[in-house]
């Protein structure tokens, strides 16, 4: 009942969001229902690791006449993303009172409404209901992102809007062939798919849809352009659920679809991807260091990092697929802190360029020091969450291959270089007339940076928790590539 | 007490002291900071003092674990410390010297605005090098490893207002990490090889590959890479000059006597993998050798009091290398040992000088403080005596261990080390006569002000001045009736490597004394001709840019490494980046991109309608239309 109640919850909170007409009360309303979604999704942690290994199940009949139920769980994979998105929407809410929206009943009902779907994407057992839930995401997204987002925001959230779903029209093509290729009756329910009698090159055209549609989402090199205009031009809630959250459902859709539908031809593409996510980790790296714009800068890095977890997928092996979802995760966390600071810097400032700032850790050290900190975590510094992750994938890639390892640990000189540059450049030197007023850390900015801090470290200490969630999980998703 | 609990206290207490100075640096008074800064290193080196005198208590169960840190499949990584002989040797020296350096700062940075801050890095230091030294396996390790880098960076670039630091800040952490990029992928293929990255289980395991394997080649070679990077050899040392930015007690602490000594500690601590690897054994010793030579070639010319150090440092370091590759792992931990005492020193004392002379740190403007700077001139003496490499100072026992044993190894190497000595005791005591020597040639402003530094910083100078002096004692060799007690404390570390290493037919005691003799006669001829250049006769002291021979133009220059890295790497990554951005993500990637875009727009017209319109209107049908799919099931 659970795993429902998560995807209702937001529904409800965000229909009765729309009534609400005093700005306060729709903050109060929008932060107090995402911290409970959060108690909720710590419930189902909770009661999935107590109680059986039922994966908190819960089916109800729906369209049965075609194979279609509203069938929902979790497994350790999908309690992760759970629990990431339920995590973070409350911290993108609490960073979003320091703009004052107008529409703002709209707003904070659309970040709920996003989270609803989001949460269904990754607790969907069918496989209709998970392309209903993927395409239902897109709408408060692009909402989000062309109604309060930046320059030129109508053009760039168009494309991303037809690129993205012109994606997701390909898996759903393939969705609907998987399915007419199940035993009879036909289903889409996850284990149907899974067992749906495809030829080979069913398989590799199958896989071809599929990845295009997780590859545009993801994104992967080269299929990443719409990515740095759009997380540029969206407001920095959309930044943040865009990276934080929703670009895992094309990593998720990769380890709940192609591993298991398209086992037989995984193997044969995986060198063609790999050399896509790796030529992207040392071109989206090489891009960054030139960066002004901070936004676009971690934009880019972000192409970076999440190359590499495309990457560790398709090796698969247990250390890699492991290092991925923990390295989801972890890039959440990350990535959404330094648009928080981002934007706490251009509000502050005004700007984003990081050539118009410096010293700002003279005048904001608190700022300073968990922005030094996020940063770390991105760079993947041992004991903060990025190292766990990412020496894990690479562990994994190194035993595919040692040159790709070799080639994609660039990512930790690289990520040094930009990551350390954007610091340098906007919290270090002298004072100039931008940066002078800057203010430190409200305690309400405080109490939404404060518990990323914390999970960076904790990820990066006690890991144990965290991996031993998908352990029997990951195994049973690479069975089938057995 | 416990003895495991005792352990895991060491490294807690500068955790502690950087916790609570990093959260309240601000409003903890002075006062406290200057008792908490020192006081949790002290701590800490009492504890390692007790297990010092413990560790015969630890020979059953080295390995001491608190939690497991990672598992994931046949990956097991415990939260594990390792107590044995070379890491009690590295406690005590890091958390020793360390403690002496903490109380120095108290008077060094006593004006400094960011004194909390300043000392709340350092305990993060030593808290990270405890970690490397102690870790019981290559990823313990490589989170001291990388924590130190980390601290390195923020202790480096500690006046961050000055661009200039924050380069060289920047630079040394970068350095540091293609390095561990090394490291990372050594720690991969060893895993691959044995299936456990626990020292115990690696070496058990290795000690019964064959001499020469390959993939012990490729593993010490990329380790290798990881100890060139944090040790400063070449190719990568250059980021070690430019890391003189920071506070001089961050010098001596950091880029002298701890972490630029972690990759020599690295390889002694894998010594039964390297003495498989004779081919990785053979660069080390190239390279070692050379950044030996290189590095005291460009200090004969540097004019910075404390860039002369470090290039020293490098070049001492590179002696260490030297002693490693002919598996005079011993004689690589006792020079050690006796680099972080004398260098310490030498650091600490040149920033007596520059806190004497308000900042100045060119010594072509000083000369003639023997008399204004006398304890700081006497210690300053006994290491540049010491580093020197004359009897009976430390520095002379522990560089001519290495020296034996290379001679041993090939008579040639022995000339060209000895080179480097002569190179290494020129410019020590050039250094020495232009800051001490003659009259003072500053300004009347800085001589008015001329001033011996309080004894908080003068007490840890005479501390290390007497162990810079006495260190040989650690490990007298037996021609001097020594007990190599050094030797037998650390024997059990390198017991199944020293079976491994092919025993060279033992030097008589005569060639011994004559190879000794030959070092000191030709080094106290340096310390002499340095003597009447510097001392007898007017200096000659031209300023940067005079017209000098090409040779000497090149080592002043330093061999326009940094230029010639600038042209090879960074130009061509900035070229490409400029490359990548405009040419083939904007005019290439996003105009197909676009092309097939426009042809979706141009046939798909319906969807003009989102582009304009009410957004409660669209929110609202939506989520009719969700609530209406939910119900669809009861109403079909």
């Known amino acids: 009942m659970l795993t429902v109640i998560l995807i209702l919850f937001p529904l409800a909170l965000s229909l009765i969001l729309i009534s609400v007409r005093q700005e306060r009360a729709i903050r109060q309303l929008a932060l107090a229902g995402s911290v409970a979604e959060f108690v909720l999704a710590v419930a189902a942690f909770i009661t999935y690791k107590t109680s059986c290994h039922c994966n908190l199940l819960v089916t109800a009949d729906w369209l049965s006449t075609l194979g279609v139920s509203l069938k929902f769980g979790m497994d350790g994979i999908s309690l992760m993303m759970v629990m990431l998105t339920t995590f973070l929407v409350p911290v993108i809410i609490l960073a979003s009172f320091n703009h004052s929206y107008s529409k703002p009943a709209a707003f904070y009902s659309l970040i709920l409404l996003m989270e609803m779907a989001l949460v269904g994407v990754f607790v969907a057992f069918d496989g209709l209901v998970f392309y209903i839930f993927w395409e239902l995401a897109l709408i408060p997204a692009w909402f989000i992102c062309a109604v309060w987002g930046g320059n030129d925001r109508i053009r760039i959230t168009f494309k991303f809007f037809i690129y993205t779903f012109v994606g997701s029209l390909f898996m759903l093509v393939a969705l609907l062939y998987v399915y007419f290729k199940t035993p009879l009756p036909h289903s889409f329910d996850f284990q149907w798919l899974y067992a749906a009698r495809l030829t080979p090159s069913e398989q590799s055209w199958i896989f071809l849809a599929f990845f295009v549609a997780f590859a545009i989402k993801i994104p992967v090199f080269p299929f990443h352009t719409w990515q740095p205009d759009t997380y540029t031009a969206a407001p920095a809630a959309g930044s943040m659920l865009l990276a934080g959250i929703m670009l895992k459902m094309g990593l998720y859709g990769m380890i709940r679809w192609l591993i298991p539908v398209c086992h037989n031809t995984m193997q044969q593409f995986a060198p063609v991807v790999l050399v896509l996510a790796v030529t992207g980790i040392v071109y989206a790296s090489i891009i960054a260091i030139r960066q002004q714009d901070m936004k676009r800068l971690v934009a880019y890095s972000s192409i970076a990092h999440v190359g590499l977890i495309a990457a560790g997928i398709f090796v698969l092996n247990p250390y890699a697929m492991q290092g991925a979802v923990i390295q989801m995760v972890s890039h959440g966390v990350n990535i959404v802190g330094l648009f928080i600071v981002i934007d706490l810097i251009e509000q502050r400032t005004g700007t984003r360029n990081i050539s118009d700032l410096g010293g700002i850790a003279l005048k904001a050290p608190r700022l300073a020091i968990v922005f030094l900190i996020i940063l770390l975590g991105s760079i993947a510094l041992p004991l903060t969450n990025g190292f766990i992750g990412e020496f894990l994938l690479l562990l994994g890639l190194f035993k595919y291959s040692m040159i790709f390892a070799a080639i994609a640990g660039l990512t930790i000189i690289f990520s040094a270089v930009y990551m350390l540059r954007m610091y340098q450049r906007t919290m270090l030197g002298k004072i100039n007339e931008i940066t002078a007023l800057t203010t430190d850390l409200s305690w309400r900015e405080m109490a939404a940076l404060i518990p990323l801090v914390i999970m960076i470290l904790w990820i990066g200490l006690f890991p144990m928790l965290f991996l031993n969630l998908t352990a029997d999980d990951v195994i049973q998703v690479l069975n089938y590539c057995r | ?636």
């Open chain 2, 1 to 636: 007490m416990n003895l495991t609990f005792v352990v895991f206290l060491i490294p807690i207490f500068p955790l502690l002291g950087f916790l609570i100075l990093g959260m309240g640096f601000r409003s903890i008074p002075k006062k406290v900071t200057s008792i908490l800064g020192p006081g949790t290193v002290l701590l800490s080196f009492i504890f390692s003092l007790f297990t010092f005198f413990n560790v015969h208590n630890f020979a059953g169960s080295p390995t001491q674990t608190l939690f497991t840190w990672i598992h994931t499949g046949s990956l097991q990584i415990p939260f594990a410390f390792l107590i044995d002989p070379l890491s009690v040797l590295m406690l005590l020296i890091v958390t020793g010297v360390g403690f002496l350096i903490h109380v120095y700062s108290v008077g060094y940075m006593k004006e400094d605005p960011g004194y909390g801050r300043f000392f709340a890095y350092m305990n993060l230091f030593v808290f990270f090098m405890l970690l490397l030294v102690l870790g019981a396996n290559y990823p313990i390790m490589f989170i001291g490893w990388e924590g130190v880098g980390l601290c390195s960076y923020l202790l480096i670039g500690f006046w961050f207002k000055n661009h200039d630091y924050n380069n060289a800040a920047k630079k040394a952490f970068i350095m540091n990490r293609i390095g561990d990029l090394g490291f990372l992928l050594g720690m991969f293929l060893i895993f691959n090889t044995f299936s456990s990255l626990s020292f115990d289980q690696v070496f058990q395991q290795a000690k019964a590959m064959p001499m020469g394997d390959p993939t012990i080649i490729a593993i010490t070679l990329l380790l290798f890479i990881g100890a060139v990077g944090k040790s400063a050899q070449i190719p990568l040392y250059t980021w070690l000059p430019d890391a003189m930015a920071g506070p001089t007690p961050v010098s001596a602490l950091i880029h002298a006597a701890t972490m630029v000594t972690a990759g020599v500690y690295m390889i002694a601590r894998s010594n039964i993998l390297y003495v498989l690897a004779p081919t990785t054994m053979s660069v080390i010793g190239i390279t070692g050798l050379a950044t030996a030579l290189f590095a005291a070639s460009i200090a004969i010319f540097q004019n910075d009091i404390k860039k002369v150090l470090a290039y020293s440092t490098i070049s001492q370091l590179g002696y260490m290398f030297v002693g490693l590759s002919v598996g005079a792992f011993t004689g690589a931990m006792f020079h050690l040992t006796t680099h972080a005492f004398f260098k310490a020193l030498l650091f600490l004392g040149a920033g007596s000088v520059i806190h004497a002379l308000g900042g100045e740190q060119d010594i072509r403007n000083m000369g003639g403080l023997r008399s204004k700077l006398p304890k700081t001139y006497w210690t300053f003496l006994i290491a540049t005596i010491a580093i020197a490499g004359i009897p009976p100072l430390s520095g002379f026992f522990s560089k001519d261990e290495i020296l034996l044993h290379l001679f041993e190894h090939s008579s040639l190497l022995w000339i060209i080390a000895v080179v480097g000595s002569l190179m290494t005791a020129f410019y020590m005591f050039r250094l020495l006569y232009l800051t001490f020597f003659r009259s003072f040639r500053g300004t009347d402003e800085q001589m008015h002000h001329l001033h011996e530094s309080p004894r908080v910083m003068t007490t840890p100078l005479i501390i290390l001045a007497i162990l810079a002096a006495f260190g040989g004692l650690l490990n007298l060799p037996e021609i001097f009736n020594g007990g190599n007690s050094l030797s037998g404390f650390l024997a059990p570390v390198f017991a199944d490597s020293a079976v491994l290493v092919t025993p060279e037919t033992p030097m008589s005691l005569s060639t011994e004394l004559l190879l000794m003799g030959i070092t000191l006669i030709v080094v106290l001829g340096m310390v002499f001709l340095a003597y009447f250049r510097f001392v007898k006769n007017e200096p000659e002291l031209l300023p940067d840019g005079a017209k000098r021979p090409s040779l000497v133009q090149l080592m002043i220059n330093k061999y326009y490494i940094d230029e010639l890295y600038d042209y090879i790497i960074s130009k061509p990554i900035l070229w490409l980046s400029k490359v990548f951005h405009e040419v083939v993500e904007i005019r290439f990637i996003d105009r197909l991109v676009n092309g097939v875009g426009n042809m979706v727009v141009w046939t798909g017209n319906t969807v003009r309608f989102i582009q304009t319109g009410n957004v409660g209107f669209y929110m609202f049908i939506m989520i009719l239309g969700i609530i209406l799919i939910l119900f669809l099931n009861i109403l079909i």
